[in-house]
């Protein structure tokens, strides 16, 4: 059984993969530039639902001994458990592919050398990291590593926020004009995709049945999933704050990955970009092995093959073999040089139309009392999950439609 610490570590390495990485830099970036903190309340309502979501993730693992795949597989059959699959396999392909993008960009802020220039070699290391190493390898150096975007914290602190307004976006949304709503609800359900994204769940199980979680870590896994969650979303306020400051005064509209390098200048100076450069490639490294792990785990578990990251690979070869394909082909499209900040938003925003189909089975689950006895599920986590997820893609099935015809400009 691991250590509480540990345990820690591993809501820590998920809170980082969940929050600030390119997905989450990306849309809280632009939510800043455009709407300075009319948007915060997006990522506040998306990291309470994701608490609860990964609250039970790990009870249901601690009880049931079950990871989310397997316990869906299991108590709804095979033909209804593939079809979830199916559509996280996709956009967690694109997703791949834009934390990739993240390592390469960030390591173009870092040498100046084109970002698909590192791809490949970027896709190497990832794979072998996953090849060789363990889970707690994995979680400990990442979660460490992580601990860098605290420089976000500190310059958003040293540009001295409007508390009193930025308090009040938390809570309210704050709306645009009509002209720029479609583009306003697009950011807002893209926040949303990066901040609950279903992989999150899978890997976080998936650990905890690896490392023997059982009920006696209950009290622990709740400490877990507030803290590691919180301290993304932290992290994710002080990228929209500090972009509210930097851009939205001079109406500069992101429209590239390297206008946002620029957000920790005025506060760190000629630190600023190194250490966006260091964090973007720590941090979309961190979320490209949760996601790659998280797909290999899913499909394994799906068709019931052997899997655990703590396995030698020639003990899990079709769980390797997952992870391998997935970093392999999700290249391709920094290779052919697709916008990687329009695929990130894109791919945000398929997220949460894709959210009922993952999470609704895995709510039915925790209620289920075969899976989690008297663990079950109140009142207040299942109305919190169930209407974030409708509205997310409610907000989603209206907006990326605005956006693809041109309604959010």
């Known amino acids: 059984m691991k250590s509480s610490f540990l345990q820690i570590a591993l809501g820590i390495i998920t809170g980082i993969g969940g929050f600030l990485e390119v997905g989450s830099l990306a849309t809280a970036a632009q939510a800043g530039a455009s709407y300075r903190y ?83 070699p970027v896709a190497l290391i990832l794979w072998f990291a996953l090849w060789v190493g363990t889970l707690d390898i994995i979680e400990n150096s990442t979660s460490i590593l992580g601990l860098l975007t605290i420089a976000f914290l500190v310059a958003a602190l040293k540009m001295h926020p409007d508390w009193l307004p930025l308090a009040r976006g938390s809570v309210f949304p704050v709306f645009p004009p009509r002209s720029e709503s479609g583009n306003y609800w697009f950011t807002a359900v893209s926040i949303l995709g990066a901040t609950i994204s279903p992989y999150m769940f899978y890997f976080y199980s998936s650990g905890a049945v690896e490392d023997g979680w059982d009920v006696k870590d209950l009290p622990a896994n709740r400490v877990t999933a507030v803290i590691g969650m919180s301290f993304g979303a932290l992290m994710s306020i002080a ?30 100076h000629k630190w600023g970009l190194p250490i966006f450069g260091i964090s973007l490639a720590v941090c979309c490294f961190g979320a490209g092995v949760e996601i790659a792990l998280a797909t290999a785990y899913s499909i394994a578990q799906t068709f019931g093959w052997n899997w655990g990251e703590d396995e030698k690979p020639a003990k899990r070869a079709r769980f390797s073999l997952t992870y391998t394909v997935m970093i392999f ?77 041109g309604g959010g400009s």
């Not at 979830?84 to 390592?103: F, S, T, W």
């Not at 709510?363 to 599920?377: I, P, Q, S």
């Open 38 to 120: 009319g948007l915060v309340w997006a990522i506040v309502l998306g990291t309470v639902c994701l608490i609860f979501l990964i609250e039970m993730s790990g009870r249901l693992a601690a009880v049931s001994k079950h990871t989310i795949a397997d316990a869906v597989r299991e108590r709804f059959g095979f033909n209804f458990a593939v079809w979830p699959r199916g559509a996280e396999i996709i956009v967690n392909l694109l997703v791949l592919g834009a934390e990739i993008g993240g390592v390469c960009l960030g390591l173009k802020v870092l040498t100046g050398i084109e970002a698909r220039w590192f791809a490949v």
């Open 239 to 268: 990228v929209l704050v500090s972009s509210a400051h930097v851009f939205n005064p001079r109406n500069i509209d992101i429209s590239r990955y390297e206008q946002i390098a620029l957000v920790l200048t005025p506060a760190l």
């Open 329 to 405: 082909l999700s290249i391709v499209p920094i290779l052919l040089g697709v916008d990687p900040l329009k695929q990130t938003m894109f791919s945000m925003a398929l997220t949460a139309v894709v959210l009922p189909l993952a999470i609704l089975p895995f709510l039915l689950l925790l209620n289920d009392e075969g899976f989690v006895g008297t663990h079950r599920n109140g009142p207040i986590g299942n109305i919190v999950v169930a209407f974030t997820i409708f509205m997310a893609a409610i907000i989603a099935i209206v907006a990326i439609p605005l956006e693809i015809i």
